[in-house]
């Protein structure tokens, strides 16, 4: 786990930045108030630090329970925008129930008059699930009788305690039992008691990360007889009234979450790079020391759009199909298509789907775990952040004391793009391509301006392979010029235009280059750039950029050709190594291309004897789909030069998510 360390940037605040650039500021002494900006908290402590977040530090004080608001009684909640580890939930048995005898959130708020009465089905026992959203490191559970109040057969509450019980608890949540609605145990047993007698139960447990807990009430010796009267069961209630269930804990969660709420910029903005400043804390002896060492990371994730819902709502019409209605109307005049003992069907007046606003919303960035990075986000004028703070250490967390996001002035109200291969620019779909074979693209970039903004100079087109390129065309028509200046990298290039676009020279610009596409899908991403300013790049979107184009996007896909190898065209710079040092074929060059990886992934060379014995096996950093290479020197591990003979020299890939081999035979001759 990532370890962080105390960072600050300086010459970045507001007080130094150039007037193009500002920055839009969480927490600190000159930011937007934490306690006033979030949507959701999960075990966030907004006190103890002015200015700062950081985890709550969970003691027997008070109970994991109370720290959390806004529970759930469903399995799975209603509500709009739920998602799984943003909201804790109390259910009983499979789906849970909201209605009063079954809310099992009445168990759990710290108020112990509030309790399901024992159930009077004796064919079922009752059970019920919690879950904290987040694991915990949990050290004691336990449950009691509300403290006043009867029976129907005059037994005092208080004196009814459940005979006989089990429980059992998970650190995340499993398919196995998560997907079912039927009773099963989630994890290891903590109790499983047969005989009991006593009104407050405490089950002390070792220190342990705990998110799910499952109680269940199992037959006893204790409960009534049952009578079988004209094929139902019928009696007493079973003994046992719980008042409220406890879990506590010590330390910080192995997460928490703060979740920002929608933010409104004022204005739509382009975004620049992404910073905080945070510090490694420990709790020893009881007191917080600095712990730079200390096995914690945060995560931040930043979403922006332009207006300020990112999901669209639709409710059926008099025909059964979906139309796009308000968030007011789906939220307070529809009904849900089922509830309890009806179903409504596809008719008015009934919620239909909720979709994401993909044309106005970005969609989460990768979590960035270092400051200092560009965002890549689309221009807005709206933001939401959410940071989850990690800890791998019951002891020790991060405080974040600020965030802020570096944002400037739009170059053009919107400028949009377009890629096409050169010999089919009007696809019946998106972009098709053969997988590692040079194809020529058409790539027409278009804007639009108020009279304010400056516009750009200067184009920056990211196709994850080397480009050569072909032409650049400006104007209406369009006219071959020369570029004023061309960068070429490996994964991008940039290329300045001879000519500033703005609202009064707004011409339209086509780039034609060839490329290889390694990857099933990726999407030539790029910016407009103003060099004669300290302003921040512009997003180009894709769009309808030209007519002489169909496919509106910046999307490129691979033709459906069956099963690709992630690993091709292996090729060594020599048949033979022949480490002598004498600096001819003293290192081996190995080359190959990389194919269908959605990200960066650990590449492994190893070398085998022809009996199939491994003897060598070297590690290399990560690397991503394209053309790739690495040395080796012929030596093994621990740096011992193999002996002379023929090998099989093989490259691999090890991920979670694919892994691949491919061999060729290598001689070794001193």
């Known amino acids: 786990m990532r370890r962080v360390l105390a960072i600050l940037f300086p010459l970045l605040l507001p007080s130094a930045l150039s007037a193009q650039i500002s920055t839009w500021q969480l927490g600190g002494s000159d930011g937007l108030a934490w306690s006033a900006s979030d949507s959701v908290r999960i075990f966030i402590d907004l006190d103890s630090v002015p200015g700062a977040i950081q985890p709550i530090y969970l003691t027997s004080a008070q109970t994991v329970f109370s720290h959390l608001d806004n529970w759930s009684p469903w399995k799975f909640p209603r509500e709009i925008g739920y998602i799984d580890g943003q909201r804790p939930r109390a259910w009983k048995h499979g789906l849970g129930d909201s209605r009063t005898v079954h809310n099992a959130t009445y168990l759990i708020d710290g108020d112990s008059t509030t309790y399901n009465p024992p159930s009077s089905d004796l064919r079922n026992f009752d059970w019920f699930t919690f879950d904290v959203a987040v694991p915990v490191p949990a050290t004691r559970f336990g449950f009691f009788t509300p403290p006043r109040g009867f029976r129907s057969d005059g037994t005092p509450l208080a004196e009814d305690a459940v005979p006989a019980f089990e429980v059992s608890v998970a650190t995340e949540a499993d398919p196995a039992w998560h997907g079912h609605n039927s009773y099963a145990r989630i994890g290891p047993l903590i109790a499983d008691v047969a005989e009991n007698l006593s009104p407050t139960v405490r089950i002390d447990l070792p220190r342990q990360y705990v998110r799910f807990i499952r109680w269940r009430r199992n037959e006893s010796v204790l409960d009534p007889t049952l009578v079988v009267q004209e094929n139902s069961l019928s009696g007493q209630a079973r003994p046992g009234t719980i008042g409220d269930f406890e879990l506590y804990a010590r330390g910080v969660p192995q997460r928490v979450l703060y979740l920002s709420k929608i933010i409104d910029l004022g204005a739509e903005v382009n975004f620049g790079r992404l910073f905080w400043s945070a510090t490694s804390m420990r709790m020893a002896d009881g007191t917080l020391v600095p712990a730079p060492e200390a096995a914690v990371g945060l995560r931040v994730e930043v979403r922006t759009g332009r207006d300020q819902d990112p999901n669209i709502y639709r409710e059926f019409d008099d025909k059964g199909r979906e139309v796009e209605v308000s968030r007011q109307r789906y939220e307070f005049d529809l009904k849900e298509s089922q509830g309890y003992g009806y179903v409504a069907g596809e008719r008015p007046g009934v919620r239909a789907s909720v979709a994401y606003d993909e044309d106005n919303w970005t969609f989460w960035s990768p979590a960035f775990t270092a400051p200092g990075q560009p965002l890549n986000l689309h221009n807005g004028s709206y933001i939401q952040v959410k940071i989850t703070l990690d800890s791998a250490d019951f002891d020790a967390f991060t405080r974040l004391d600020s965030?802020?996001?570096?944002?400037?002035?739009?170059?053009?109200?919107?400028?949009?793009?377009?890629?096409?291969?050169?010999?089919?620019?009007?696809?019946?779909?998106?972009?098709?391509?053969?997988?590692?074979?040079?194809?020529?693209?058409?790539?027409?970039?278009?804007?639009?301006?108020?009279?304010?903004e400056s516009g750009f100079d200067a184009l920056r087109i990211r196709t994850g392979s080397r480009v050569h390129l072909q032409t650049l065309a400006m104007g209406d028509p369009l006219v071959p010029v020369e570029p004023r200046r061309v960068e070429i990298n490996d994964d991008e290039f940039l290329i300045e235009l001879p000519e500033r676009v703005h609202a009064a020279n707004n011409v339209p610009i086509r780039i034609e280059f060839t490329t290889d596409v390694f990857v099933f899908a990726t999407t030539f991403e790029g910016e407009a750039i103003d060099t004669t300013t300290e302003r921040l790049p512009q997003p180009i979107r894709g769009g309808d950029a030209t007519a002489a184009v169909s496919t509106n996007s910046l999307r490129v896909l691979s033709a459906k050709t069956g099963f690709v190898n992630a690993i091709q065209n292996l090729r060594f710079s020599t048949p033979v190594l022949t480490p002598n040092g004498d600096r001819v074929n003293d290192l081996l060059q190995v080359s190959y291309s990389l194919f269908r990886l959605p990200a960066s992934v650990p590449v492994e060379l190893r070398a085998y004897s022809l009996d199939g014995r491994q003897v060598a096996?070297?590690?290399?950093?990560?690397?991503?789909?394209?053309?790739?290479?690495?040395?080796?020197?012929?030596?093994?591990?621990q740096g011992q030069l193999l002996p002379p003979g023929l090998y099989l020299l093989e490259v691999a890939l090890q991920s979670d998510e694919i892994s691949d081999r491919l061999l060729r035979p290598l001689g070794i001759a001193y």
């Open 403 to 452: 965030l802020w996001i570096e944002q400037a002035p739009l170059l053009a109200r919107q400028i949009v793009g377009e890629v096409a291969r050169l010999d089919d620019p009007q696809p019946s779909g998106f972009t098709e391509v053969a997988l590692g074979q040079a194809t020529s693209f058409s790539y027409d970039i278009r804007a639009d301006f108020a009279a304010s």
């Open 617 to 637: 096996r070297l590690s290399f950093a990560p690397q991503a789909a394209g053309p790739q290479h690495l040395r080796w020197d012929g030596r093994d591990a």
